[in-house]
């Protein structure tokens, strides 16, 4: 699969401190390094909204955080850095082999639906990006070109995206590059893409389809033609 599609599940850290932080959100933090630090993963499992539960499942979850503690280590101190309007929370988290940033998004009901772990870079500034991408209608508008510079200003230089655009079944595919903090047009819709275990979701998504339209059956040998 060649194409990065961006999650509504990935929260990106915005880099500026001072804020305001709901006490409902830290509680949630709170009980997340307790149960992280006791090796208490299907706790924080239970933490998760239903679709998040979907999206990334007990074994997935599992797996990458004992990688992170093997990694990291134990957490030993947690700052807020970045409050959005009480929607999600960014935290930067001093483990006790490096610091990262553990990213929440948490619902009305205190559960955690949507969450993002990434390396905390010293000073960055998101506000500093700058947006030089092109536009031309019938291919990509304006609107479009800001929607995906304001959710990928957050990413590091030489961050690259690749985004296939499907309107009346015709396909225009529009990629961006990052350097030195600003975003351009690239063509790298031939690159290959390294996208971790996001496939499976999709596939989980269109083997659920094509089981509900009778085309496949859940035990079908996968060689079937």
Same mark, same amino acid.
């Given at each position: 699969?060649?194409?990065?599609?961006?999650?509504?599940?990935?929260?990106?850290?915005?880099?500026?401190?001072?804020? $305001?932080?709901?006490?409902?959100?830290?509680?949630?933090?709170?009980?997340?390094?307790?149960?992280?630090?006791?090796?208490?993963?299907?706790?924080?499992?239970?933490?998760?909204?239903?679709?998040?539960?979907?999206?990334?499942?007990?074994?997935?979850?599992?797996?990458?955080?004992?990688?992170?503690? $093997?990694?990291?280590?134990?957490?030993?101190?947690?700052?807020?850095?970045?409050?959005?309007?009480?929607?999600?929370?960014?935290?930067?988290?001093?483990?006790?082999?490096?610091?990262?940033?553990?990213?929440?998004?948490?619902?009305?009901?205190?559960?955690?639906?949507?969450?993002?772990?990434?390396?905390?870079?010293?000073?960055?500034?998101?506000?500093?990006?700058?947006?030089?991408?092109?536009?031309?209608?019938?291919?990509?508008?304006?609107?479009?070109?800001?929607?995906?510079?304001?959710?990928?200003?957050?990413?590091? =230089?030489?961050?690259?995206?690749?985004?296939?655009?499907?309107?009346?079944?015709?396909?225009?595919?529009?990629?961006?590059?990052?350097?030195?903090?600003?975003?351009?047009?690239?063509?790298?819709?031939?690159?290959?893409?390294?996208?971790?275990?996001?496939?499976?979701?999709?596939?989980?998504?269109?083997?659920? =389809?094509?089981?509900?339209?009778?085309?496949?059956?859940?035990?079908?040998?996968?060689?079937?033609?």
């Amino acid at each position: 699969m060649k194409y990065v599609l961006l999650s509504i599940f990935t929260l990106m850290a915005h880099f500026s401190f001072g804020q $305001v932080e709901k006490s409902e959100n830290r509680i949630v933090a709170d009980k997340f390094i307790e149960k992280y630090n006791n090796d208490d993963f299907n706790g924080i499992f239970s933490m998760f909204s239903d679709v998040l539960q979907h999206t990334l499942p007990l074994d997935k979850m599992t797996d990458l955080l004992i990688e992170t503690k $093997v990694q990291s280590g134990r957490v030993t101190n947690q700052d807020l850095i970045e409050n959005e309007m009480g929607v999600f929370v960014s935290y930067k988290t001093v483990f006790e082999n490096n610091t990262l940033v553990l990213n929440f998004s948490i619902d009305d009901n205190s559960k955690i639906n949507g969450f993002y772990i990434e390396p905390f870079i010293e000073g960055f500034s998101f506000k500093e990006a700058i947006n030089n991408l092109a536009y031309k209608e019938g291919k990509i508008t304006k609107a479009q070109t800001e929607i995906i510079f304001d959710n990928a200003k957050v990413f590091p =230089d030489q961050t690259q995206m690749a985004f296939a655009i499907i309107k009346n079944g015709k396909v225009n595919y529009y990629g961006i590059i990052k350097e030195n903090n600003t975003i351009y047009q690239t063509h790298n819709q031939e690159r290959i893409f390294e996208i971790g275990s996001i496939s499976k979701v999709f596939t989980a998504t269109l083997l659920s =389809d094509l089981v509900l339209k009778g085309k496949v059956e859940l035990n079908d040998n996968t060689n079937k033609k």
